[in-house]
């Protein structure tokens, strides 16, 4: 498999490239050249097989020579080792539950897998890659515990100071090791612009080997397919119409679904909903991608004013408007709307959804008023207590705290304060 940079499609990477690189020298995301679909029969027979076969026929196309059969089987198997229950919680509603895992967000499964692959690549050589990321929440704790201990691997994270939650804060800034926390006076966009900084900065990339964990690496943005195919699996409703719908930010996550549609997965549409960040909405609305700063919201791991992986999903259907509306409807909820839909759930079945959830839930819901008789699954993308000042307020509940939170609660948070680019740099340097 190679991958094409979608800014100058000249440039070509393989697999192992495309990861340790993270982006194209052009600074283009890197795209699949081609998308074999898998056959028919992988589809008729798939309740029959375990996630962790159907995982490695989606991906392995993917990745092709560059990691052997064993060691990509090896690889699954160590991302995988929680589960992704559908459960229902209304007539024709079920959710994708993806925070079984070890940071309770559905970005364990890309850093883990990404994190498993770099492991892998460092056995055969020296090099030691850096891998530098800017989080609003979520994708920081996922990174850490996805990279902790792995050979080769040296992981910078940048988070902004005072915005991330309390439960977020220790999860990255607790584990030590090969992991360093850095704590910005600033905004998340003042993380990410520092980030992008230290990728243009030729004095750290002739020192240093750098890459990203941000849903931009393909290493973390094609493995989270693998869910939406055990979704399909679980929901044996096989005559009946599917619908995804996904709480959107970067858009990397509903990327990855429409992978496994390009696959051959049978589903009929996608639902991309958003907070108040309303950048896509409005193009499905006008045809207009009018990118704007981002507006804080409840659901903060999706404030996102410019999603990077849009391009992708242009991409996916050749950059065609008509194409992609086919496919594609998107809609944007407000705060209010969201925490409303988080207390009527609650109340009319007892199912706690976090506030990203709420807003795939009401996404989900908009798209059915319009289209009825269908079924749909909206993904549930972190666990309530991620959240849970908003739950709590909201929901007037008390949460247990579940094990793998608890065990980060306990530890005491070191992090690098820093105000300025040249901070993060001479720490680069050093
Ligand atoms: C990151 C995140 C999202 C957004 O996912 P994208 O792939 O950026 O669209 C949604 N919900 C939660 C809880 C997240 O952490």
Known sequence: MRYLSLNDKNHMAGFKEAVVRGI???????????????????????????????????????????????????????????????????????????????????????????????????????????????????????????????????VVILYPSGKVSD??????????????????????????????????????TKKRKLTSANSINVARWLPQMFYYLF???????????????????????ICAGMVAHRLGMPVKHFVAATNVNDVVPNYMKSAEYSPKPSIATISNAMDVGDPSNFIRIQNLFENSFEKLQRYLSSFSFTDEE?????????GKTGYMMDPHGAVGYLGLKKYMENNPGISGIFLETAHPIKFLDVVKETLDVSLDIPPQIQRVIDKEKIAIPIKKYAELKSFLMD
């Open 338 to 346: 969201t925490k409303a839909a988080m207390f009527d759930v609650y």
């Open 231 to 253: 979704a399909y699996r679980d929901s044996k409703k096989r005559e009946m119409d599917i619908v995804f719908s996904v709480p959107s930010g970067n858009f990397g996550n």
């Open 167 to 204: 439960i977020q804060e220790r999860q990255l800034t607790t584990l030590g090791q090969n992991i360093t926390a850095m704590e910005v006076s600033g905004t998340f966009d003042d993380c990410q612009r520092m980030v992008k900084d230290a990728f243009l900065d030729v004095d750290i």
């Open 24 to 154: 194209a020298p052009d600074k283009g995301l890197y795209f699949p050249e081609r998308i074999e679909p898998l056959p028919s029969s992988f589809f008729d027979q798939i309740e029959n097989r375990s996630k962790d076969e159907i995982a490695f026929q989606a991906i392995q196309q993917f990745v092709g020579e560059d990691i052997s059969n064993n060691a990509l089987q090896n690889i699954i198997a160590a991302t995988l080792d929680f589960e992704f229950p559908l459960v229902t919680i209304e007539e024709g509603i079920a959710t994708l539950e993806l925070f079984h895992g070890p940071t309770m967000a559905f970005k364990d499964v890309g850093a883990r897998f990404m994190a498993n692959c770099l492991g892998h690549f460092s056995e055969t050589s020296d090099e030691e890659v850096t891998v530098l990321v800017a989080t609003s929440g979520d994708t920081g704790g996922a990174v850490a515990n996805g990279f902790l201990g792995v050979e080769g691997a040296k």
